[in-house]
DNA sequence: TTGTAGGCGTTATCAA
DNA sequence: TTGATAACGCCTACAA
């Protein structure tokens, strides 16, 4: 059984330390932050005495409160972790920050701003906030979040006042993929589409929820296919998973022949993949009878969409220059927001449609 | 371009909105925390002076310093992120957790104890640690965490003085898989290894890394293999990835038929997926010609591996139990470690041996 | 090299 | 219902 707040005394405090070394708190405080000029002699005795008081070190919070400054970004989700950290992009993301803001001595503080909940993010300690893909139901809180003088990254998010963006050319990309089905001779494709906001759940493409839609990427990236595919239909998932993609394409395959499409244009490849493996299942062959196209270019273990075709985004890349951005705000230095692009890789799964 | 901070003048503090508002700090204070009787009037006199000043609400730094809380969680993870994320186990138990903490108004903090690096650990505002099956490694920073009266909570760790332990009976569940190969006819067998520490690299299961082996869930669930196979061999990873479960399969299948194993006792489900496409590539079948049991019962986007016979650990009840325990022991209530059972799952990935 | 003084922004306690 | 006072634990000019 483990008790072990309260099993022990009132911590010691620097000053507490500083009293039983015999030295004044400003002289402990410089033996334990190194932070000034302290005789050797001293620092040990002080460094004794605390390890014989059983002091810690000096408490954070007050250090923070003293410092202006706790150490802590938060990274603001718009989903549970679960939901969030299956997609590969957003952990590579996350990664490039972490690599980026750690070695600054700055740590990831993880925020869900899940629906209804009050938001940690008003009264959490942070230095700043990165917003991963947020969708516009988050404006209020971010509002907030700005009065507080927190400097804000997004990726891939809307435009916002006083936010610096790193953005993706999600139109670009996905009309460049869009435009090598047409180019392939596809003429009859649907889109599965990522989360919309600002409700969740699977069903078809209507023009009521996407004039609702909330979510800047999906948007964009069903506007890039529009360009080359005007008014394209097909499904809205609840979100990057195999098991969506796989959902939504049950839906638009298992139809009669004459109405199913020749080509789906997946919005990320956790979709494309669940869609292949719902062609699979229906004894439908890729690109044979489906071609199929995703985005992102995460490596996925289904060898049937192992060599997808798709866009593969510098997601890394991105996270680290969230995390530059992050510190040059800190540090009080200018930035500019950043759009980065994605490249075409052809794969194995499209090819002209079947005459 | 944006130049968010410093572009403003000094945010305003709490006394400043008193003072304007002409009442004293404390009142101003209970406007806003709702913590104590205040006049209708007065409050809403309070807030909208505050949102004239443009003032976002009580530090939470100074707010952390004054109540000695900051209503942050470490995560502790012996990884990077990347890696750590990669296995759905580990965000599952995170899930947990942070069902259970988020509710009582504490967020995760992502601490990543990779090597060399100073303790983010020891000057990050924490209330609590959850170490994620760290290994003894750790065991320094640890015992300084410790000494500052943080409480501790550890999910598969070796038994450590004063840290709560949700534990999990690796030993045995590892022996019921190896139990099962061995009834249906295995003698020939090969364990592939999570990472075993305090080195990271590929290579054949030694005794000298098996001594010098500092991860404690790998060890304990080769010791249960080894109850049913005494001395069993293999591969060591250097972590739960299916690239990381292929490349070992592909060492240990790529050899002459005599000498190849007839089952593959893979540490995690992941790296058993990886064993199994190994296995495919080299034209073996599963499980005509090679068993392959996981560990942790995950879903599996290949479909080759989609029917594992494995173990079926409860991954989000541990992070929930663990998370639990965080705030018994942030209440000063007492809890006891708790070790849970995960339960055999029959798949289609095992068979008898062919004669 | 060491000590003194003051304050970082809040909130708990108590008295009015 | 409101206000005065005193910390919370530390750090940093500045003075000695």
Redesign the interface.
Known sequence: ??????A?AA?PTLAAVARAAGVSASTASLAFSGAGPVSDETRARVLAVAAEL????????????RR?R???VGAVLED???NA??D?VN??M??GI?DVT??A?N??????ETEG?TS?L?????DAVVLFGCSTRLDESVA??????I??VSIEAQPLE???DIGEDNVGASRLLAQHLHDLGHRRVAVVALELGPTRWLGPITDERVAAGTAFTSLERLRGARLVYPGVGGVVTTGSA??EGARAGRLLLDVPAAERPTAIIAQSDLLA?GVI?AA?ELGLSVPGDLSVVGYDGV??????AANLTTVVQPAVEKGRAAGRAVLA?????????TTFTSVFRAGATTGPPRV
């Open positions: 059984m483990i008790r072990q707040e309260g022990v911590r059983g002091y810690g070190g000096p408490d954070p919070r007050a250090r923070s409160l202006g706790s150490g802590i549970t972790l679960s950290f299956r590969p952990i590579a996350l990664d972490a750690g070695p001595d740590s990831l503080l993880l925020l869900t909940e940690r008003l009264d959490a300690p942070l907030v979040v700005r009065r507080r003088g400097p804000i006083g936010v610096l195999t098991s993949s493996a699979d490596r996925l273990d289904d060898p049937r705000l800190l540090a009080g230095e200018p930035v500019e927001s």
